[in-house]
């Protein structure tokens, strides 16, 4: 038995927030993944990066979601 009003509040409904921080070294660039020519590329979902190689804030991710794209140049 459940209380209507706890429902109707949210009860059972959560939220997690986690923030992440990272710096691109010298070699390194943090933009959108090229289309061609890309080797090593990490197992996971790179759909919702944007033109500046970062997730809009407020968007929705799961596990394997990529939420940084970084870029390292060919010599």
Do not use: W
């Amino acid at each position: 038995m459940m209380n209507q009003s706890a429902i109707d509040r949210g009860f059972f409904r959560s939220v997690f927030f986690r923030c992440y921080n990272d710096k691109a070294s010298d070699k390194e660039k943090i933009r959108k993944l090229p289309t061609k020519n890309v080797t090593d590329l990490t197992t996971g979902k790179y759909d919702k990066l944007d033109h500046d190689g970062l997730i809009c804030p407020g968007t929705q991710v799961s596990g394997d979601d990529i939420i940084i794209g970084k870029v390292v140049e060919p010599q």
